[in-house]
């Protein structure tokens, strides 16, 4: 793993849930982070070498493991996304275990652009609840049948 390269996707899913158990729990085990991640304990400790050696951690065998300033900062980037994501699929009215799933599948996906877009889309809702009421309301009327964009486009 190139240290200056962009973090990937499992990069950002590691360093996403490492930071959310060492807030929730003030620690980050390998058996902790395989049961969130649902990944095999060896494979956990394989990419946390990796994430050592890249620099986005500190880790110590048997002692646990810490975020760098550097692993911290990606992290509280993947958050920021995150949350920014939660405040738009808010504004859908989904089941929340729809709502987090889809948010960790499209999450690494976005370009920056889209993402302040959405949340442009969001501060807008947020700001005007009455037309937010209103989408509510025509989301309930029966929708339109043609499902697929027209043909022959
Ligand atoms: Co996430």
């Known amino acids: 793993m190139k ?8 990069t ?6 490492i930071h959310e158990l060492i807030e929730e729990k003030g620690y980050a085990r390998a058996v902790d982070i395989a049961e969130a991640l649902k990944i095999s304990q060896p494979s956990v400790t394989a990419m946390v070498q990796k994430l050592a ?5 500190n880790y110590q065998k048997y002692r646990g493991l810490t975020l760098t300033q550097k692993g911290r900062a990606v992290a509280g980037n993947i958050r920021a996304r995150h949350q920014t994501l939660e405040r738009f699929f808010t504004l859908l009215d989904l089941p929340l275990e729809t709502r987090e799933r889809d948010i ?3 999450e690494h996906c976005l370009s920056p652009v889209t993402l302040s877009s959405l949340a442009r889309l969001a ?3 947020e700001a005007n609840p009455r037309i937010l009421r209103e989408l509510t309301a ?6 339109s049948r043609r499902v697929n964009p027209p043909a022959g486009r």
Do not use: N, Q, V
């Not at 240290?3 to 499992?10: E, N, R």
């Not at 950002?12 to 849930?17: I, K, P």
């Open 53 to 57: 050696d890249a620099g986005y951690l």
């Open 104 to 106: 960790e599948g499209i």
């Open 12 to 17: 950002e899913d590691y360093l996403e849930r």
């Open 123 to 125: 501060d807008f809702f």
């Open 3 to 10: 240290t200056d390269a962009l973090p990937s996707t499992s």
């Open 138 to 143: 025509f989301k309930k009327r029966p929708a």
